[in-house]
T-cell receptor, first 113, second 114 residues
Framework: QKEVEQDPGPLSVPEGAIVSLNCTYSNSAFQYFMWYRQYSRKGPELLMYTYSSGNKEDGRFTAQVDKSSKYISLFIRDSQPSDSATYLCAMTHSGGSNYKLTFGKGTLLTVNP | KAGVTQTPRYLIKTRGQQVTLSCSPISGHRSVSWYQQTPGQGLQFLFEYFSETQRNKGNFPGRFSGRQFSNSRSEMNVSTLELGDSALYLC?????????????FGPGTRLLVL
C-alpha cells in the first residue's frame, strides 16, 4: 500500500463549479499537510499548509484534515479556468530533522470556460 | 525575494553519461531538498542537505548523489545514466530550522536520457 493515495483524475468541471480533491494516507505519524498546485512545465507552488486536524480557509480555497480517518481534502469554490493545473497533496512529520515530503501522484484538473 | 533557481532547465544526455544539476535556494534558506518527478511514480524524495551535510536520504541507488556548498547552493549528480532517469528534477528550499517547514520549489530541470 502506498503511503499516500490520490485519485489522478483527470477531473473536468465547468467554470464556477465547486471542486473537491482528496488524498488518503497510511502513516499515522504525518502531522503537516500541504496542497501544491503545478502548472504544466512549472515547479509545484504551495497553496495551503495545515498542521494536524481541522480546516483552513484562504480565499476560494479550503483545506480539511481528518487525522482519525487519515483523509485530507482541498475544496475550490467558484473555480476559474486559471485553476486548471495538477494538484498535489503532500505530507510529512517532524520527527528528528525530517524534511522529506511524501506526495500523492497528483490530480489533473481542467476548468472549462 | 528571488525564488529558487535551477540550471539548466533542459538537458539531453545519452545512456551511460553523467549529469550535474544545480540549485540556488531562496536567500537565507539553508536546507535544500531534491525530488524526482515522473508520470509513473510522481514526486519522489531523493535527499536533503543542510549546512553542507546530507541530513535525509530517499530510496534511490548510489548513482544519485549530491552536495551542498557553504553558500547553500546545491548540486545533484547522476552517474551512468539510464533511460529510466528521464524525469523532471526539482529542488526545494526551506530555512532548515524545524521539520515540517514549508518547502519552496524551483522550476525544475527536465532531463531526457536517450
Amino acid at each position: 500500500q502506498k503511503e499516500v493515495e490520490q485519485d489522478p483524475g483527470p477531473l473536468s468541471v465547468p467554470e464556477g463549479a465547486i471542486v473537491s480533491l482528496n488524498c488518503t494516507y497510511s502513516n499515522s505519524a504525518f502531522q503537516y499537510f500541504m496542497w501544491y498546485r503545478q502548472y504544466s512545465r512549472k515547479g509545484p507552488e504551495l497553496l495551503m499548509y495545515t498542521y494536524s486536524s481541522g480546516n483552513k480557509e484562504d480565499g476560494r480555497f479550503t483545506a480539511q484534515v481528518d487525522k482519525s480517518s487519515k483523509y485530507i481534502s482541498l475544496f475550490i469554490r467558484d473555480s476559474q479556468p486559471s485553476d486548471s493545473a495538477t494538484y498535489l497533496c503532500a505530507m510529512t512529520h517532524s520527527g528528528g530533522s525530517n524534511y522529506k515530503l511524501t506526495f500523492g501522484k497528483g490530480t489533473l484538473l481542467t476548468v472549462n470556460p | 525575494k528571488a525564488g529558487v533557481t535551477q540550471t539548466p532547465r533542459y538537458l539531453i544526455k545519452t545512456r551511460g553519461q553523467q549529469v550535474t544539476l544545480s540549485c540556488s535556494p531562496i536567500s537565507g534558506h539553508r536546507s535544500v531538498s531534491w525530488y524526482q518527478q515522473t508520470p509513473g511514480q510522481g514526486l519522489q524524495f531523493l535527499f536533503e542537505y543542510f549546512s553542507e551535510t546530507q541530513r535525509n536520504k530517499g530510496n534511490f541507488p548510489g548513482r544519485f548523489s549530491g552536495r551542498q556548498f557553504s553558500n547553500s547552493r546545491s548540486e545533484m549528480n547522476v552517474s551512468t545514466l539510464e533511460l529510466g532517469d528521464s524525469a523532471l528534477y526539482l529542488c526545494a528550499s526551506s530555512p532548515g530550522l524545524a521539520g515540517g517547514e514549508t518547502q519552496y520549489f524551483g522550476p525544475g530541470t527536465r532531463l531526457l536520457v536517450l
